[in-house]
């Protein structure tokens, strides 16, 4: 029997009743209330990056910008692209910026002076500066038009650092890293005249240094309090001269974290839901009536349908070829049955399947062309928003029970839709999804194929997969045909150490024309439903992915956040384990779950207040689930939770007393005791499951 029945008591049931009957005060009490009509200015989360690219769209592909703004995303920010092509980037871009990072290899503008004075200007504390080419790319261009050293050693004070006065040339040169792990590669840098800098400040701090044997190191990846400098790109990121892929030679995350000042603020996170790891399943229309050739003579969507999406729980986003379907009945009808299945989402592939979407080259029907072929070959044509979209979509609602509707458009051939495709999709109301292709080469394994989150396309964005279709891991569908079990090492890849991306199977009907290739597809669902995930369809995903894109968010006070418009992007992600979620204070917050090297919180809305404390009072909340989370109360008596689960239902609850009795409303109603860490396990079918704890 406990003595006491004050906060103190030593009584760990007694101790969260107590908390929890005081939980309505100390919210009436909030300080944080008063904030509730302050004007809501959000942290700045846009960077500046400066190109010497033709245009200010990127390449599509592996390139050193894409790459960079694969990691920008994973810290949080978004990308402007401005070609000095264009001249001096406008002050009001720059002025919108959270940083500014140039990826210049050689300086196109009409006037490489006035870039350099407005670099100098620009930097500082608040808007850091990266030189990611080094200084020499700035100093002129083939034409001749130079910068004075003077100019140029001007901008490298602004940024903290000092050129070293003599070059190092040494085939003995070795790399020094000052407490930074290596994280995918350690190699000599080339052979060739280096010439570093060093800080001119204590706050400087050196990444990574060569030096000849038995001469003091001279810098060459320094992060200063007004950014960071390397003296070459290839510091940062090695290419291989042969196959052209590129790997990290050090941490990048933590380089452009610390360099751009975000390691304590709250990150939106798509990889994520209610602490599990996002997995979603996807199909491309192609080959839906490709004859396969085992097993057994049927039809590619016939196969995949009687041997893996009747018997799978995984949830699916199906999508359909419109052109390939048209008049032939016995083909719409085995769409129905699949799009009948009620874990299949639909989609639509388009109308005629474009090839390039910006040229109007499409691939014929049934193919699987090579995108040389298809260029070399295609004829090009006025490719219609109204037809490919608008069209499309109403097609696969004809194929539909009344209660579906098309979710998702899935791009194709290139995935390069112009700005007017990505528009019908907005007005016709559906998500739009494609591009990317992060493919993790397991002879080469580097992070830097993962893809950005989407891309900015006008005023629209193109969201892409999480990860690349078989035909990217079968060599153009030429062999191996189970290439696609690659995935799931890519899939542990970028799980560990760190959670990089979502798990994403992305396929074709054309991959069950084979044994092989129906075989890896098996194993990988099998992986998914054996591993404990979050279950999402494609277009729940691209969603996440659009409110990654509007969230922002406010500093209040010390690890104090107000959140606002984030849509279906329901995780926040704090880097660093020094922290737990003070829920007695917190408002639009179910509950967290810790990882290894962060926390990630779970908000029930998309307007939401976070307060972080060292040791936050020990209260009942959610802290994982396999489904996005619907509705979420809370009292002193009692929490409910609502959950739309596309797949089986496993719901952990924590922060309950050791062994503590409790009793469950909904599937299964029953009285039950909390287990001896005070967790509590629920599960159900699909569906929209509704569960109510109290004690």
Sequence with gaps: ????????????????????????????????????????????????LLTDEATQTPERGETSTRIIEACLHRLGFLARHWSVREGVPPDALIDNSAGIVSLIQQ???????????????????????????????????????????????????????????????????????????????????????????????????????????????????????NGAYLSELGVLLKQNPVSFRYRWRFDPYLFFSKALHCADQPIPDVSTVNGRRVFFAHVDGDGFANVAI????????????????????????????????????????????IFALPHIEAASHSFT????????????????????DALLNGRSTTLLPTRE?????????????????????????????????????V?????????????????????????????????????????GNENLFTNQWSGPYDGQLALLEQFRLTESPRRLSAANLYYHFYAAE??????????????????PLAYLSA????????????????????????????????????DGAHSGVDLSRSEGVAGYRRAPGCLYVHLSKPDATLVLASEPPRLPHLEQASAPLSDWGFSNTRVRGVWQARGPLEVVLAGFGKNQELTVTGPGNRRVRADSEGRLTLKAGPGRVSWEVTW
């Design 1 to 48: 029997m406990c003595s006491s029945v004050n906060l103190c008591c030593r009584c760990p049931v007694i101790r969260q009743t107590l908390l929890l009957a005081v939980l309505g005060s100390l919210n009436a009490g909030n300080p944080l209330s008063g904030d509730a009509a302050a004007p809501f200015v959000p942290v700045v989360r846009e960077i500046v």
């Design 107 to 225: 300086n196109v503008t009409p006037d490489p002076s006035a870039l350099i004075e407005a670099l100098k200007q620009w930097c500082g504390p608040a808007r850091p500066l990266i030189l990611l080419g080094g200084l020499d790319p700035l100093l002129g261009d083939p034409t001749g038009r130079t910068v004075s050293d003077a100019d140029a050693n001007r901008l490298l004070t602004t940024l903290g650092l000092e050129r070293e006065p003599v070059t190092t040339r040494s085939p003995q040169i070795s790399w020094h890293h000052a407490h930074w792990p290596w994280f995918e590669i350690e190699q000599a840098p080339p052979d060739r005249n280096w010439r570093g800098v060093h800080p001119i400040q204590p706050t400087g701090e050196i990444v990574a240094a060569i030096a000849e044997t038995g001469q003091a190191p001279s810098a060459v990846a320094v992060v200063t309090p």
């Design 294 to 337: 085992e097993p057994r003579r049927r039809v590619a969507a016939q196969v995949l349908h009687e041997e893996l999406l009747m018997h799978t729980t995984v949830p699916t986003t199906v999508s359909v070829i419109a052109r390939d379907l048209v008049d032939k009945p016995v083909l719409q009808t085995l769409a129905r049955r």
């Design 353 to 372: 399947h474009p090839h390039d979407w910006q040229r109007g080259i499409g691939t014929p029907s049934g193919a699987v062309a090579d995108w040389q």
């Design 389 to 425: 979209v608008d069209q499309s979509l109403a097609f696969v609602q004809g194929l539909l029970p009344a209660s579906k509707r098309p979710a998702i458009f899935l791009w194709s051939g290139m995935t390069n839709p112009s700005e007017a495709f990505l528009a019908r999709t």
């Design 427 to 467: 007005d016709c109301g559906v998500a739009n999804m494609n591009g990317g292709d992060a493919v993790i080469d397991p002879d080469a394994p580097s992070v830097t194929c993962l893809a950005p989150l989407a891309e900015r396309v006008g005023q629209h964005w193109q969201v892409f997969t999480a990860a």
């Design 514 to 531: 084979r044994a092989a290739g129906l075989r890896a597809l098996k194993v990988i669902d099998t992986w998914a439903r054996q591993t």
């Design 539 to 574: 277009s729940d995903y691209a969603r996440s992915v659009m409110g990654f894109i509007s969230a922002r968010w406010q500093r209040l006070d010390a690890g104090v956040w107000r959140l606002r418009g984030w849509g279906d992007c329901r995780t926040v992600r704090v």
